[in-house]
Each structure stands twice: as C-alpha cells, then as structure tokens.
C-alpha cells in the first residue's frame, strides 16, 4: 500500500505565501506523475499542477493552471519521492483543500500505474 501525506497549509492573508509538501510512503517502485488539485467548498476539485516524468535525469514536464500560472511553482525531489508546492502572492479564490496525487508503479511487474491519494491539508486566505 501507498501513502501520500500532505502538510504546510494554514491561514495567510492576501499577497502571503505558503509551501506545500507531500511526502510518500509504501511499496514504490516508481512514480510516474505528482500532481497537485484542490477543492473549494461548493466546487469540483480542480488541477492546479502537474508534473510528468520519470526522473530527474530523463526529464520531466510540469504544467500549470491558467489561474495559478507565475504564483505557483511546483517541485519534486526524485530520491525521496516527494513534491513540494511553492505558493506566492496567494488570493481569497486560492482558498481551498490542497490534495497530492501520485501514480505509482509498485513493482516492475506493474505496468499501469495506480493513482493515489492524499487527505489534503487546508489553505485558507484571508482578504
């Protein structure tokens, strides 16, 4: 079994920052994407970040929402199968449940991999 433990969220007022980490734990054989989606009270949960690859060495794509473009930056380090989120200049509408997903190869016999989730942690942003 896989976890994904996400931390950093609080309460920040307009034009603040907070980083975001998601840590992992469990039967890893790869990752082959980390993502990040949040949700706010009344809405679908939404992309906000997306990073493909396969490691640090083969390369890898990160692709942002339209919304969070320039403010956002996300992170990954490859060896301890983590990802961090860097949020800048954060607004009311960020306010949201931040969630990490990840998909996971658990052996080399796993071909498709299986996407897992974490709890979410709160971000709240005060105006």
């Known amino acids: 079994q896989v976890q994904l433990v996400e931390s950093g969220g609080g309460l920040v007022h307009t034009g603040g920052s907070l980083r975001l980490a998601c840590t992992t734990s469990?039967?890893?054989?790869?990752?082959?994407?980390m993502a990040w989606y949040r949700q706010a009270p009344g809405n679908r949960r939404e992309l906000v970040a997306m990073d493909i690859s396969g490691s640090a060495v083969s390369g890898h794509n990160t692709t942002y929402a339209e919304p969070v473009k320039g403010r956002f930056t996300m992170s990954r380090d490859f060896a301890k199968n983590t990802a961090l989120l860097q949020m800048n200049n954060l607004q009311p509408e960020d306010t949201a449940v931040y969630y990490c997903a990840a998909a996971v190869r658990t052996s080399a016999a796993h071909d498709i991999p299986t996407v897992y989730w974490g709890q979410g942690t709160q971000v709240t942003v005060s105006s």
């Open positions: 469990g039967r890893i054989f790869s990752i082959n994407m």
